[in-house]
């Protein structure tokens, strides 16, 4: 599938109303190109990128929202810019910067006029929100006005609201964005538990790396709109597998610039230095480091896996300059 806004131009200056009147300008954003990828059911893939990778624009078009420029989605067999409504009733789009409760009702009329909406047989909402409230706890929270509950209280009947008509697919866009960690940890557990027990398919995006390790045995990698990755947790872990961080307190405080000869520092605040080495060269480095700074602790780590996801994104990034440099030369040429 790909997607191409169109976007206008405005020009400035006392008479750019009339410019944007008389000769309206525009330019093309390619927010996905040409990205595919197929999700089995009850899977729950973490679907990553950096900031304008085209992940929201993605999930989308998965859900409907968007009509594709080009390419084609099947999602539970259905295409979802035709927003059938047996689809409509299989799919729920969780975003975490954006909410469907009323604001100034209690979370139940949300609730409440989904069911209608959803159709969903009395029997039935009682079922399925007896047990999202087993899970989430929201029973004490969804009488009051939603302005009155906080971010994480807001989450949990989101969620609850999202899942009322029991879908088979669920799109989550950063669902546990500014919670706090305790909250972040309800929601995740909540998203396990919950796609395990309904056998529910999930893509997630999420820019917190505990979110995904916790959920996703699967990651897709997309950057400048482009999937560069589309493999297990574990091997793109493994792709940093050839390096260590090795961690040095001093007893005397040092310039990260000193320990510069030993590694890359990555980080250090004086007595506390992390050092990235090749896996190769750990026991030598370790013993120099001993022989020659007075040594407080040593201790050896794998690189976290944000560090595989960062080289990713460089390298792709990297690569969408490369391509867009050989594109203008086409031009000239
Ligand atoms: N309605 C729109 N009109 C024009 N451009 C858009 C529109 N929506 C998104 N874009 C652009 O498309 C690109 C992809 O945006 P998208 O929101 O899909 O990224 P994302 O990966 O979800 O980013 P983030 O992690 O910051 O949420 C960005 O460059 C963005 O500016």
């Not at 999202?132 to 302005?147: F, G, I, M, N, T």
């Not at 807001?154 to 899942?163: D, I, Q, R």
């Not at 706090?180 to 538990?193: A, C, E, N, P, T």
């Not at 090795?246 to 510069?260: D, F, N, R």
Request: hydrophobic share 40%; proline share 4%.
């Amino acid at each position: 599938m790909s997607k191409t806004y169109r976007i206008k131009e405005r020009s400035e200056g006392a008479f750019g109303w009339l410019t944007n009147l008389v000769s309206p300008r525009s330019s093309e954003k390619t927010a996905v190109d040409d990205v595919s990828f197929t999700v089995g059911q009850g899977e729950v893939v973490g679907f990553l990128g950096p900031n304008g990778a085209g992940k929201t624009t993605t999930l989308k078009m998965l859900s409907g929202l968007l009509y594709p420029t080009a390419g084609q989605i099947s999602v539970l067999g259905y295409t979802p810019q035709l927003r059938n409504k047996e689809f409509l009733k299989s799919i729920s789009l969780i975003m975490g910067q954006r909410q469907q409760l009323i604001w100034d009702l209690p979370a139940m009329e949300t609730f409440r006029l989904n069911q209608k909406i959803f159709e969903i047989p009395d029997e039935q909402f009682k079922q399925v929100y007896g047990y999202l409230d087993e899970l989430l706890q929201v029973s004490k929270l969804v009488k009051a006005p939603v302005r009155t509950l906080s971010l994480g209280e807001k989450m949990k009947c989101e969620l609850v609201a999202s899942l009322l008509h029991d879908p088979k697919v669920l799109f989550l866009d950063e669902p546990t964005i500014g919670l706090d960690v305790g909250v972040q940890k309800i929601v995740r557990s909540f998203i396990k538990d919950y796609s395990r027990e309904r056998n529910v398919s999930v893509l997630l995006t999420s820019h917190y790396m505990q979110d995904i390790e916790a959920l996703c045995e699967r990651v897709i990698v997309v950057s400048d709109g482009r999937v560069s990755f589309d493999n297990t947790l574990e091997s793109l872990r493994k792709r940093m597998s050839n390096h260590r961080i090795i961690t040095v307190e001093l007893s005397e405080a040092a310039m990260a610039s000193a320990l510069g000869k030993y590694g890359l520092v990555r980080s250090g605040d004086g007595f506390v230095h992390e050092l990235m080495v090749p896996a190769s060269d750990v026991v030598s480095v370790c013993s120099r480091v001993l022989a020659e700074q007075s040594v407080l602790d040593i201790s050896i780590s794998d690189p976290p896996i944000e560090e595989a996801l960062l080289k990713l994104f460089m390298d792709s990034q990297a690569e969408a300059a490369m391509r867009a440099e050989g594109a203008s030369g086409k031009c000239v040429a």
